[in-house]
């Protein structure tokens, strides 16, 4: 499922979007996992309420059909007794691939993790697909990361810190393509989009995101407001502000 162009896209919006299954309701958003090297979005997580007891399922945005922004539905192309029987995934821990492969091999989706399925990637090279099988082989886990987690986090520049991250706006492929940068007290009162591909590294364990670019030229950006559509003006902008620094640095 391909999100509208005229939807909101941002992340936080879509939190408590019902989930509407093909014979009645499953239950609300929470949030949302993506992976960490595509950064693209792979499940929605739906907390079931009194239906199934508080239980959490994983859906991916394969199940989607068209969405309904005004009425904040996601209609999906399961039934409640799919939903009902489909495998129990704990996600109080980080999700392996393991258990993603249990979901994909109950549902009818396509292993976004398999060779020549792109779903927001690149090609995939013969050593990354080699690369990736003998990960499975060896049996191991390639953790998702929740957007309600990673919410927060601290992002660095190359010379300081310049704010947390305060959301994420995700294109018609639910390909992440903007981070939403709360900049505080370093630059009262603005917020700026940054693109995942600026993003050097990242430190789980200290919640730390550090990004290619400088606190001068963050302070500088175009200012995002998340009240408004983002235009394709805007994006133009954007990637001009930050093509110039790469071309500065590389020239």
């Given at each position: 499922?391909?999100?509208?162009?005229?939807?909101?896209?941002?992340?936080?919006?879509?939190?408590?979007?019902?989930?509407?299954?093909?014979?009645?309701?499953?239950?609300?958003?929470?949030?949302?996992?993506?992976d960490d090297e595509t950064w693209t979005i792979r499940y929605l997580i739906v907390d079931t309420g009194n239906w199934l007891s508080g239980r959490v399922v994983l859906i991916s945005p394969q199940a989607l059909l068209a969405p309904d922004g005004e009425g904040k539905t996601f209609p999906i192309n399961?039934?409640?007794?799919?939903?009902?029987?489909?495998?129990?995934?704990?996600?109080?821990?980080?999700?392996?691939?393991?258990?993603?492969?249990?979901?994909?091999?109950?549902?009818?989706?396509?292993?976004?993790?398999?060779?020549?399925?792109?779903?927001?990637?690149?090609?995939?090279?013969?050593?990354?697909?080699?690369?990736?099988?003998?990960?499975?082989?060896?049996?191991?886990?390639?953790?998702?990361?929740?957007?309600?987690?990673?919410?927060?986090?601290?992002?660095?520049?190359?010379?300081?810190?310049?704010?947390?991250?305060?959301?994420?706006?995700?294109?018609?492929?639910?390909?992440i393509d903007f981070i939403l940068i709360d900049t505080g007290h370093w630059f009262p009162g603005k917020k700026v989009l940054l693109s995942p591909d600026m993003i050097k590294e990242i430190d789980w364990a200290t919640e730390l995101v550090v990004v290619d670019t400088t606190v001068a030229h963050v302070k500088n950006s175009p200012e995002y407001d998340p009240k408004q559509e983002l235009t394709e003006v805007y994006r133009l902008v954007l990637h001009d502000h930050y093509h110039r620094l790469v071309s500065k640095n590389y020239h």
């Open positions: 499922m391909r999100i509208k162009e005229n939807m909101k896209r941002n992340i936080k919006s879509l939190i408590g979007f019902t989930l509407r299954a093909t014979d009645g309701e499953v239950g609300k958003v929470k949030e949302f996992y993506f399961l039934t409640r007794e799919q939903i009902k029987n489909s495998p129990d995934i704990n996600t109080d821990i980080p999700v392996s691939r393991q258990e993603e492969i249990k979901l994909h091999s109950y549902y009818p989706w396509v292993n976004y993790w398999a060779p020549g399925y792109l779903g927001g990637m690149g090609p995939m090279t013969d050593s990354g697909v080699l690369s990736e099988q003998r990960k499975e082989e060896q049996g191991e886990d390639k953790h998702l990361r929740s957007t309600n987690k990673v919410t927060g986090y601290t992002i660095k520049a190359s010379d300081g810190k310049i704010g947390t991250l305060e959301d994420f706006l995700v294109d018609v492929s639910w390909k």
